[in-house]
Protein backbone atom coordinates (compact mmCIF):
# COMPACT_ATOMS: atom_id res chain seq x y z
CA UNK A 1 0.00 0.00 0.00
CA UNK A 2 1.22 3.67 -0.59
CA UNK A 3 2.97 5.60 1.78
CA UNK A 4 1.97 9.34 2.47
CA UNK A 5 3.44 11.48 5.38
CA UNK A 6 1.24 14.07 6.40
CA UNK A 7 2.63 17.60 8.40
CA UNK A 8 0.16 19.88 10.14
CA UNK A 9 1.93 22.70 11.77
CA UNK A 10 0.72 24.42 15.01
CA UNK A 11 -1.68 27.06 13.46
CA UNK A 12 -3.10 23.94 11.90
CA UNK A 13 -3.45 21.99 15.35
CA UNK A 14 -4.15 25.87 17.23
CA UNK A 15 -7.44 24.52 19.23
CA UNK A 16 -9.31 21.69 19.73
CA UNK A 17 -11.74 22.52 17.02
CA UNK A 18 -8.86 22.85 14.53
CA UNK A 19 -7.19 19.18 15.65
CA UNK A 20 -10.38 17.63 14.89
CA UNK A 21 -10.82 19.26 11.47
CA UNK A 22 -7.08 17.49 11.40
CA UNK A 23 -8.53 14.54 12.04
CA UNK A 24 -10.95 14.37 9.41
CA UNK A 25 -8.07 15.11 6.90
CA UNK A 26 -6.22 12.40 8.09
CA UNK A 27 -8.74 10.43 8.34
CA UNK A 28 -10.01 11.11 4.74
CA UNK A 29 -6.76 10.16 3.58
CA UNK A 30 -6.88 6.73 5.16
CA UNK A 31 -10.35 5.94 3.83
CA UNK A 32 -8.97 6.91 0.15
CA UNK A 33 -6.80 3.81 0.77
CA UNK A 34 -3.06 4.83 1.73
CA UNK A 35 -0.89 3.98 4.91
CA UNK A 36 -0.79 7.27 6.61
CA UNK A 37 1.67 8.60 9.26
CA UNK A 38 1.15 12.23 10.37
CA UNK A 39 3.93 14.75 12.37
CA UNK A 40 2.29 17.88 14.15
CA UNK A 41 3.99 20.57 16.06
CA UNK A 42 2.92 22.24 18.85
CA UNK A 43 -0.08 24.24 18.89
CA UNK A 44 -0.21 28.05 17.79
CA UNK A 45 2.28 30.01 20.31
CA UNK A 46 2.84 27.19 22.93
CA UNK A 47 6.51 26.89 21.34
CA UNK A 48 7.05 30.47 21.90
CA UNK A 49 5.47 30.33 25.39
CA UNK A 50 8.10 27.79 26.35
CA UNK A 51 10.67 29.33 25.50
CA UNK A 52 9.71 32.74 27.20
CA UNK A 53 9.28 30.34 30.13
CA UNK A 54 12.61 28.91 30.29
CA UNK A 55 14.75 32.49 28.87
CA UNK A 56 12.64 34.18 32.28
CA UNK A 57 14.23 32.36 34.14
CA UNK A 58 18.26 32.21 32.56
CA UNK A 59 17.89 34.62 29.56
CA UNK A 60 21.90 32.24 28.70
CA UNK A 61 19.53 28.65 29.60
CA UNK A 62 21.18 25.94 28.92
CA UNK A 63 20.01 24.26 25.57
CA UNK A 64 19.76 20.73 27.10
CA UNK A 65 17.35 22.06 29.64
CA UNK A 66 15.91 24.47 26.58
CA UNK A 67 15.12 21.32 24.47
CA UNK A 68 13.37 19.39 27.68
CA UNK A 69 11.03 22.16 28.34
CA UNK A 70 10.43 23.05 24.28
CA UNK A 71 9.96 19.39 23.44
CA UNK A 72 6.87 19.04 25.36
CA UNK A 73 4.50 21.14 23.08
CA UNK A 74 4.35 18.61 20.31
CA UNK A 75 3.36 15.62 23.21
CA UNK A 76 0.30 17.28 23.87
CA UNK A 77 -0.50 17.50 19.96
CA UNK A 78 0.31 14.03 19.67
CA UNK A 79 -1.85 12.51 22.22
CA UNK A 80 -4.62 14.83 21.48
CA UNK A 81 -4.71 14.49 17.56
CA UNK A 82 -4.89 9.99 18.70
CA UNK A 83 -7.50 10.54 20.83
CA UNK A 84 -9.16 12.53 18.36
CA UNK A 85 -9.00 9.73 15.74
CA UNK A 86 -9.75 7.12 17.92
CA UNK A 87 -12.85 9.01 18.91
CA UNK A 88 -13.68 9.31 15.22
CA UNK A 89 -13.51 5.22 15.08
CA UNK A 90 -9.66 5.06 13.60
CA UNK A 91 -6.92 2.71 14.94
CA UNK A 92 -4.61 5.58 15.71
CA UNK A 93 -0.98 6.07 18.00
CA UNK A 94 1.25 8.35 19.23
CA UNK A 95 4.74 8.25 19.47
CA UNK A 96 7.14 10.79 20.85
CA UNK A 97 11.16 11.13 18.74
CA UNK A 98 12.35 8.81 21.46
CA UNK A 99 9.56 6.37 20.38
CA UNK A 100 10.13 6.02 16.73
CA UNK A 101 14.04 6.27 17.01
CA UNK A 102 14.46 9.49 16.02
CA UNK A 103 18.60 9.51 16.66
CA UNK A 104 20.07 12.96 16.37
CA UNK A 105 23.69 14.31 17.43
CA UNK A 106 23.97 16.42 20.54
CA UNK A 107 23.90 19.94 19.59
CA UNK A 108 20.93 20.62 21.62
CA UNK A 109 18.82 23.29 20.51
CA UNK A 110 19.47 22.65 16.87
CA UNK A 111 20.08 19.08 16.91
CA UNK A 112 20.87 17.08 12.89
CA UNK A 113 18.74 14.26 12.48
CA UNK A 114 21.51 10.89 11.85
CA UNK A 115 18.94 8.14 11.61
CA UNK A 116 15.55 6.75 11.83
CA UNK A 117 14.98 3.02 12.67
CA UNK A 118 11.31 3.05 13.04
CA UNK A 119 10.76 -0.35 14.36
CA UNK A 120 7.21 0.76 15.99
CA UNK A 121 6.18 2.61 12.71
CA UNK A 122 6.69 -0.33 10.82
CA UNK A 123 4.82 -2.44 13.14
CA UNK A 124 1.93 0.22 14.09
CA UNK A 125 1.65 0.47 9.79
CA UNK A 126 1.76 -3.35 9.58
CA UNK A 127 -1.13 -3.32 12.10
CA UNK A 128 -3.34 -1.13 10.10
CA UNK A 129 -2.62 1.84 12.44
CA UNK A 130 -2.49 5.59 11.76
CA UNK A 131 0.82 7.01 13.38
CA UNK A 132 1.30 10.16 15.06
CA UNK A 133 4.36 11.71 15.48
CA UNK A 134 5.74 14.03 17.54
CA UNK A 135 7.67 16.65 14.92
CA UNK A 136 10.95 18.77 16.46
CA UNK A 137 12.22 16.29 18.67
CA UNK A 138 14.77 13.23 18.59
CA UNK A 139 17.27 11.77 20.83
CA UNK A 140 20.71 11.65 21.48
CA UNK A 141 21.70 8.32 21.72
CA UNK A 142 24.90 8.92 23.72
CA UNK A 143 23.60 10.09 26.84
CA UNK A 144 19.74 9.49 25.57
CA UNK A 145 18.96 13.29 26.71
CA UNK A 146 16.12 14.37 24.16
CA UNK A 147 17.13 17.21 21.51
CA UNK A 148 15.11 19.65 18.92
CA UNK A 149 15.65 20.39 15.68
CA UNK A 150 15.93 24.13 15.43
CA UNK A 151 12.40 26.45 14.84
CA UNK A 152 10.39 25.15 12.14
CA UNK A 153 11.94 21.96 12.58
CA UNK A 154 8.27 19.43 12.38
CA UNK A 155 8.96 19.91 8.96
CA UNK A 156 12.17 18.53 8.52
CA UNK A 157 10.88 15.54 11.37
CA UNK A 158 8.37 14.81 8.40
CA UNK A 159 10.33 15.04 5.47
CA UNK A 160 13.21 12.82 7.22
CA UNK A 161 10.27 10.26 7.83
CA UNK A 162 9.06 10.17 4.37
CA UNK A 163 12.80 9.38 3.50
CA UNK A 164 13.69 7.21 6.13
CA UNK A 165 9.92 4.93 5.28
CA UNK A 166 9.81 5.38 1.87
CA UNK A 167 6.68 7.16 1.42
CA UNK A 168 5.44 8.22 -2.25
CA UNK A 169 5.09 12.21 -0.95
CA UNK A 170 5.41 14.30 2.09
CA UNK A 171 2.55 16.79 2.94
CA UNK A 172 3.02 20.03 4.41
CA UNK A 173 -0.10 21.51 5.24
CA UNK A 174 -0.17 24.85 6.70
CA UNK A 175 -1.90 28.11 6.75
CA UNK A 176 -0.97 29.43 3.53
CA UNK A 177 -1.96 27.08 0.30
CA UNK A 178 1.52 26.94 -0.90
CA UNK A 179 5.14 28.42 -1.63
CA UNK A 180 5.06 32.30 -2.56
CA UNK A 181 6.68 34.80 -4.48
CA UNK A 182 7.25 36.44 -1.38
CA UNK A 183 5.26 36.11 2.03
CA UNK A 184 2.05 36.80 1.38
CA UNK A 185 1.77 38.44 4.83
CA UNK A 186 4.22 40.85 3.63
CA UNK A 187 3.98 41.29 -0.20
CA UNK A 188 -0.56 41.54 -0.86
CA UNK A 189 0.15 40.55 -4.74
CA UNK A 190 2.62 37.51 -3.91
CA UNK A 191 1.81 35.02 -6.22
CA UNK A 192 1.87 31.05 -5.83
CA UNK A 193 4.51 28.83 -7.68
CA UNK A 194 2.48 25.75 -8.84
CA UNK A 195 6.42 24.29 -8.46
CA UNK A 196 9.60 25.05 -7.21
CA UNK A 197 13.08 23.52 -7.65
CA UNK A 198 14.55 22.20 -4.16
CA UNK A 199 18.00 24.43 -5.13
CA UNK A 200 15.45 27.54 -4.90
CA UNK A 201 13.10 26.21 -2.08
CA UNK A 202 16.78 25.49 -0.14
CA UNK A 203 17.78 29.36 -0.66
CA UNK A 204 14.09 30.46 0.24
CA UNK A 205 14.14 28.72 3.15
CA UNK A 206 17.68 29.29 4.70
CA UNK A 207 17.17 32.89 4.15
CA UNK A 208 13.96 33.53 5.89
CA UNK A 209 10.95 32.06 4.36
CA UNK A 210 9.87 30.03 6.97
CA UNK A 211 6.86 28.15 5.20
CA UNK A 212 9.67 25.02 5.10
CA UNK A 213 12.04 24.67 7.48
CA UNK A 214 15.91 24.62 5.50
CA UNK A 215 16.45 21.18 6.30
CA UNK A 216 13.70 19.56 5.71
CA UNK A 217 14.76 20.38 1.78
CA UNK A 218 17.95 19.17 2.16
CA UNK A 219 16.40 15.92 2.84
CA UNK A 220 14.01 16.16 0.30
CA UNK A 221 16.77 16.91 -2.28
CA UNK A 222 19.28 14.00 -0.67
CA UNK A 223 16.76 11.45 -1.30
CA UNK A 224 14.41 12.77 -3.86
CA UNK A 225 11.14 13.22 -1.59
CA UNK A 226 8.76 14.95 -3.50
CA UNK A 227 6.97 17.49 -0.98
CA UNK A 228 3.92 19.00 -1.72
CA UNK A 229 2.90 22.49 0.60
CA UNK A 230 -0.73 22.74 1.01
CA UNK A 231 -3.65 24.32 3.18
CA UNK A 232 -4.46 22.36 6.06
CA UNK A 233 -7.76 24.88 5.78
CA UNK A 234 -8.89 24.50 2.39
CA UNK A 235 -8.92 21.70 -0.04
CA UNK A 236 -6.68 22.90 -3.39
CA UNK A 237 -3.54 22.23 -5.07
CA UNK A 238 -0.67 23.66 -3.49
CA UNK A 239 3.34 23.60 -4.49
CA UNK A 240 5.32 21.08 -5.35
CA UNK A 241 9.25 21.33 -4.00
CA UNK A 242 10.48 18.90 -7.01
CA UNK A 243 13.96 18.55 -9.06
CA UNK A 244 14.68 21.56 -11.15
CA UNK A 245 13.12 20.98 -14.67
CA UNK A 246 13.78 23.04 -17.98
CA UNK A 247 10.92 25.59 -17.15
CA UNK A 248 12.35 26.52 -14.22
CA UNK A 249 15.24 27.77 -15.76
CA UNK A 250 13.58 30.15 -17.54
CA UNK A 251 12.61 32.54 -14.60
CA UNK A 252 15.08 34.56 -13.17
CA UNK A 253 13.75 35.58 -9.66
CA UNK A 254 11.40 32.92 -8.26
CA UNK A 255 11.41 34.56 -5.15
CA UNK A 256 11.78 37.52 -2.63
CA UNK A 257 12.62 36.73 1.11
CA UNK A 258 13.45 37.95 4.42
CA UNK A 259 15.17 37.16 7.96
CA UNK A 260 14.64 39.52 11.06
CA UNK A 261 16.65 36.85 13.04
CA UNK A 262 19.37 38.27 12.15
CA UNK A 263 22.66 40.03 14.22
CA UNK A 264 25.67 41.51 13.39
CA UNK A 265 28.58 41.44 15.40
CA UNK A 266 31.86 43.37 15.29
CA UNK A 267 35.05 43.38 16.23
CA UNK A 268 36.93 46.70 16.20
CA UNK A 269 40.81 46.89 15.72
CA UNK A 270 41.46 43.29 15.27
CA UNK A 271 45.41 42.35 14.63
CA UNK A 272 45.85 41.70 10.86
CA UNK A 273 48.12 38.77 10.97
CA UNK A 274 47.76 34.77 10.02
CA UNK A 275 45.56 32.76 12.22
CA UNK A 276 43.66 35.62 13.54
CA UNK A 277 40.38 35.41 11.29
CA UNK A 278 40.87 31.50 12.34
CA UNK A 279 40.73 31.75 16.33
CA UNK A 280 37.85 33.57 15.92
CA UNK A 281 35.46 31.49 13.82
CA UNK A 282 36.98 28.31 15.46
CA UNK A 283 35.90 28.96 18.69
CA UNK A 284 32.50 30.26 17.99
CA UNK A 285 31.96 26.83 15.63
CA UNK A 286 33.47 25.18 18.36
CA UNK A 287 30.57 26.37 20.29
CA UNK A 288 28.14 25.29 17.52
CA UNK A 289 27.51 28.73 16.31
CA UNK A 290 27.01 29.21 12.62
CA UNK A 291 28.34 32.20 11.51
CA UNK A 292 26.85 33.48 7.74
CA UNK A 293 28.16 36.99 6.21
CA UNK A 294 31.84 37.72 6.89
CA UNK A 295 33.47 41.53 5.84
CA UNK A 296 36.91 42.23 6.72
CA UNK A 297 37.76 46.05 6.26
CA UNK A 298 41.19 46.64 4.46
CA UNK A 299 43.71 47.26 7.10
CA UNK A 300 44.98 50.55 8.36
CA UNK A 301 48.62 50.19 10.41
CA UNK A 302 48.04 46.68 10.79
CA UNK A 303 44.20 47.01 12.53
CA UNK A 304 41.16 45.86 10.86
CA UNK A 305 37.35 45.35 11.32
CA UNK A 306 35.69 42.50 11.08
CA UNK A 307 31.68 42.05 11.06
CA UNK A 308 29.90 39.08 11.06
CA UNK A 309 26.12 37.83 11.07
CA UNK A 310 24.88 35.46 13.75
CA UNK A 311 21.41 33.92 14.32
CA UNK A 312 19.55 36.71 17.08
CA UNK A 313 18.88 33.24 18.83
CA UNK A 314 22.83 32.73 19.03
CA UNK A 315 23.71 36.48 19.61
CA UNK A 316 24.37 36.44 23.53
CA UNK A 317 26.42 33.65 23.39
CA UNK A 318 28.65 34.79 20.31
CA UNK A 319 28.96 38.18 22.00
CA UNK A 320 30.45 36.87 25.38
CA UNK A 321 32.44 34.85 23.40
CA UNK A 322 33.95 37.51 21.08
CA UNK A 323 34.54 39.48 24.05
CA UNK A 324 36.80 36.76 25.18
CA UNK A 325 38.85 36.05 22.12
CA UNK A 326 38.84 39.62 21.55
CA UNK A 327 40.95 39.96 24.90
CA UNK A 328 43.32 37.12 23.97
CA UNK A 329 43.84 38.69 20.69
CA UNK A 330 44.30 41.92 21.49
CA UNK A 331 41.52 43.86 19.38
CA UNK A 332 39.80 46.88 20.79
CA UNK A 333 35.63 46.50 21.15
CA UNK A 334 32.64 43.67 20.28
CA UNK A 335 30.06 45.94 19.27
CA UNK A 336 26.28 43.95 18.94
CA UNK A 337 23.96 45.37 16.51
CA UNK A 338 20.53 43.24 16.60
CA UNK A 339 18.55 46.01 14.69
CA UNK A 340 19.32 44.27 11.15
CA UNK A 341 17.62 42.41 8.15
CA UNK A 342 18.98 40.05 5.19
CA UNK A 343 16.76 40.61 2.35
CA UNK A 344 17.52 38.25 -0.35
CA UNK A 345 16.20 37.63 -4.16
CA UNK A 346 16.25 33.83 -4.97
CA UNK A 347 16.37 32.17 -8.54
CA UNK A 348 18.04 29.35 -10.69
CA UNK A 349 17.77 31.69 -13.72
CA UNK A 350 20.74 33.77 -12.04
CA UNK A 351 23.05 31.76 -12.92
CA UNK A 352 22.70 32.35 -16.68
CA UNK A 353 21.73 36.15 -16.67
CA UNK A 354 24.02 39.02 -15.92
CA UNK A 355 22.95 42.39 -13.85
CA UNK A 356 20.70 40.66 -11.56
CA UNK A 357 22.84 42.03 -8.17
CA UNK A 358 23.02 45.57 -9.76
CA UNK A 359 19.44 46.01 -10.28
CA UNK A 360 18.85 44.70 -6.58
CA UNK A 361 21.51 47.31 -5.55
CA UNK A 362 19.93 50.08 -7.09
CA UNK A 363 16.36 49.51 -6.52
CA UNK A 364 17.38 49.76 -2.95
CA UNK A 365 19.17 53.03 -3.39
CA UNK A 366 15.90 54.06 -4.96
CA UNK A 367 14.38 53.80 -1.92
CA UNK A 368 17.18 55.37 0.19
CA UNK A 369 17.82 51.79 1.75
CA UNK A 370 21.50 51.46 2.98
CA UNK A 371 23.10 48.21 1.89
CA UNK A 372 25.39 46.91 5.24
CA UNK A 373 26.44 44.19 4.12
CA UNK A 374 26.43 41.95 0.76
CA UNK A 375 26.74 38.24 0.04
CA UNK A 376 25.79 36.19 -3.44
CA UNK A 377 25.77 32.62 -5.03
CA UNK A 378 24.57 31.30 -8.27
CA UNK A 379 21.39 31.95 -7.54
CA UNK A 380 21.08 34.50 -4.91
CA UNK A 381 22.21 37.56 -3.46
CA UNK A 382 21.40 39.10 -0.05
CA UNK A 383 21.75 42.47 1.60
CA UNK A 384 22.12 43.35 5.03
CA UNK A 385 19.80 46.53 5.82
CA UNK A 386 18.43 48.29 8.96
CA UNK A 387 15.98 46.10 10.20
CA UNK A 388 12.99 49.10 9.80
CA UNK A 389 13.30 48.90 6.28
CA UNK A 390 12.66 45.17 6.06
CA UNK A 391 9.62 44.95 4.99
CA UNK A 392 9.59 48.16 2.36
CA UNK A 393 12.56 46.46 0.48
CA UNK A 394 10.68 43.18 0.16
CA UNK A 395 8.07 44.56 -1.42
CA UNK A 396 9.89 46.92 -3.55
CA UNK A 397 12.31 44.62 -4.77
CA UNK A 398 9.18 41.90 -5.42
CA UNK A 399 7.80 44.83 -7.57
CA UNK A 400 10.65 44.98 -9.47
CA UNK A 401 11.63 41.69 -10.21
CA UNK A 402 8.34 39.71 -9.89
CA UNK A 403 5.92 42.15 -10.90
CA UNK A 404 7.95 44.01 -13.36
CA UNK A 405 8.82 40.38 -15.01
CA UNK A 406 12.85 39.61 -15.76
CA UNK A 407 13.86 42.12 -17.69
CA UNK A 408 17.62 42.77 -16.02
CA UNK A 409 18.54 45.45 -18.19
P1 LIG B 1 3.49 26.11 10.32
O1 LIG B 1 3.09 26.51 11.69
O2 LIG B 1 2.42 25.43 9.55
O3 LIG B 1 4.79 25.34 10.30
P2 LIG B 1 4.88 28.52 9.57
O4 LIG B 1 4.39 29.73 10.27
O5 LIG B 1 6.14 27.90 10.07
O6 LIG B 1 3.71 27.47 9.53
O7 LIG B 1 5.08 28.81 8.00
C1 LIG B 1 4.02 29.35 7.27
C2 LIG B 1 4.22 30.84 7.10
O8 LIG B 1 5.36 31.08 6.29
C3 LIG B 1 3.12 31.56 6.38
O9 LIG B 1 2.08 31.93 7.25
C4 LIG B 1 3.81 32.76 5.74
O10 LIG B 1 3.56 33.95 6.43
C5 LIG B 1 5.28 32.41 5.84
N1 LIG B 1 6.02 32.56 4.58
C6 LIG B 1 7.21 33.22 4.46
N2 LIG B 1 7.61 33.22 3.19
C7 LIG B 1 6.69 32.54 2.48
C8 LIG B 1 6.56 32.20 1.09
N3 LIG B 1 7.49 32.57 0.19
N4 LIG B 1 5.48 31.49 0.70
C9 LIG B 1 4.56 31.11 1.59
N5 LIG B 1 4.62 31.40 2.93
C10 LIG B 1 5.67 32.11 3.36
N1 LIG C 1 6.97 23.78 17.43
C1 LIG C 1 8.27 24.05 16.83
C2 LIG C 1 8.41 25.53 16.54
O1 LIG C 1 7.51 26.30 16.78
C3 LIG C 1 8.51 23.22 15.63
C4 LIG C 1 7.61 23.50 14.45
O2 LIG C 1 6.57 24.12 14.58
O3 LIG C 1 7.95 23.07 13.34
O4 LIG C 1 9.44 25.94 16.07
MG1 LIG D 1 6.82 25.95 10.40
Known sequence: MSLVVMKFGGTSVGSIEKIKNVAKRVAKKKDEGYDVIVTVSAMAGETDRLINLIKEIEPKYDPREYDMVVSTGEQVSIGLLAQALKTMGYDAISFTGFQIGMITDGAHSKARIKKITGERLRQALKEGKICVVAGFQGIFPETGDITTLGRGGSDTTAVAIAAAMKANVCEIYTDVDGVYTADPRIVKNAKKLDKISYEEMLELASLGAKVLQSRSVEFGMKYGVDIMVLSSFEEKPGTLVTKEDKDMEKVIVSGVTCDKNQAKITITEVPDRPGIAADIFEELANHNINVDMI????????????????????????????????????????????????????????????????????????????????????????????EKFTELAVRVLHDKFVREGDDVS
Open 295 to 386: VQNVSTQGKTDISFTVAQTDLLRAHELCKKISKKIEASKVLADENIAKVSIVGVGMKSHAGVAAKMFKTLAENNINIQMISTSEIKTSCVID
